[in-house]
């Protein structure tokens, strides 16, 4: 890979001050490597160097992006999805360094925070793309939302505790009644996430497949299943639902869509390229932040 010159830093304001993104920050200067930080605020991004609040979709206007190789974030797996968005409009790989706890996206540490930066500014590193998914929802006004998504999308009831029912096609057929607490369309990526926490497996980041999962349904042969990434999946919510139905994409820190009528999913053209040191493995990921194969 090539050397990196310049780095975009990314993380939460509240941790502008860590004493390790602090070390990182002087390192680089050390090594003569450009950087900007961006702060994440509630709803926009902030710019550190000029404490400019700006929009995700105003962001390449405020960047200037000549030089610029990686996005690095600090956090957790949901600061990485915020991070991902950024990414995503810069066409710029990303790196994690784990602030938070589990962390399946955020795979390196922060005590090897100097080392494992140092080997990939100098080019010692790989990525792997990352399927993400294209939605588009149509709310009770007609108003119509789209975003894209590395985790999930995911449709579910708030305000009453009452289920909501919805009809799911896939490729225009119709597979599915159900009701449910919700629906969960997950990227192999997304996989570690909600979805697995409502029973679907975990699925290797680079299979070709989308998951959907229901959300504590009502009846047990609603089961998860395993669709190609290139199905296009729509999902219908009754009219009698609509009021108690929320759509958010990769969490809700990112978008919500209150009273969707329809969502209309299919796998998206852009892949997020995230960047690891040399020794990633997913599996040997899995195995230590699952504590697979040790002893209860």
């Known amino acids: 890979m090539k050397k990196i010159k310049k780095v975009l830093l990314f993380t939460h304001d509240k941790y502008q001050k860590n004493t390790d993104i602090q070390k990182l920050v ?3 200067k050390r090594k003569k490597i450009g950087y900007e930080l961006l702060l994440q605020t509630l709803g926009d991004i902030k710019l550190h160097s ?3 609040n700006i929009k995700l979709s105003s962001i390449k206007k405020k960047i200037s992006l000549n030089g610029y190789g990686l996005v690095i974030v600090f956090g957790g797996d949901g600061l990485f999805l915020s991070a991902s968005k950024v990414a995503n409009v810069l066409d ?3 790196l994690g360094i784990n602030f938070g706890k589990i962390g399946f996206l955020v795979d390196v540490d922060k005590k090897d925070i100097l080392k494992k930066v140092y080997e990939i500014i100098n080019g010692d ?3 792997d793309k990352r399927i993400q998914i294209d939605a588009k929802v149509i709310d009770v006004n007609d108003k119509i939302v789209s975003s894209i998504s590395l985790n999930d999308v995911v449709i579910y009831n708030y305000g009453l505790l ?3 029912q919805a009809s799911i096609y896939i490729n225009d057929i119709l597979i599915n009644l159900q009701r449910s607490d919700g629906v969960i369309i997950s990227t192999p990526t997304g996989s570690t996430a909600y979805s697995m926490s409502n029973g679907c497996p975990i699925v290797s980041p680079d299979a070709n497949v989308m998951s959907i999962t229901p959300i504590s349904p009502h009846t047990y042969s609603h089961r998860p299943i395993i669709i190609n990434s290139n199905d296009k999946v729509k999902i219908v919510i009754d009219k009698k639902s609509i009021k108690n139905t929320l759509v958010t994409f990769d969490g809700s820190n990112n978008l919500n ?3 969707p009528k329809n969502i209309e999913i ?3 053209k ?3 390229r995230i960047a690891h040191p040399l020794e990633y493995n997913y599996f040997k990921i899995l195995n230590q932040k699952l504590k697979w194969g040790g002893r209860s």
Do not use: D, N
């Open 92 to 94: 710029l790989p990303i």
């Open 50 to 52: 000029t404490g400019e």
């Open 270 to 272: 852009k892949f997020l």
């Open 26 to 28: 002087k390192f680089l």
């Open 257 to 259: 869509v209150p009273h």
């Open 125 to 127: 590193y790989i990525t």
């Open 266 to 268: 299919k796998k998206s």
């Open 162 to 164: 009452k289920m909501i």
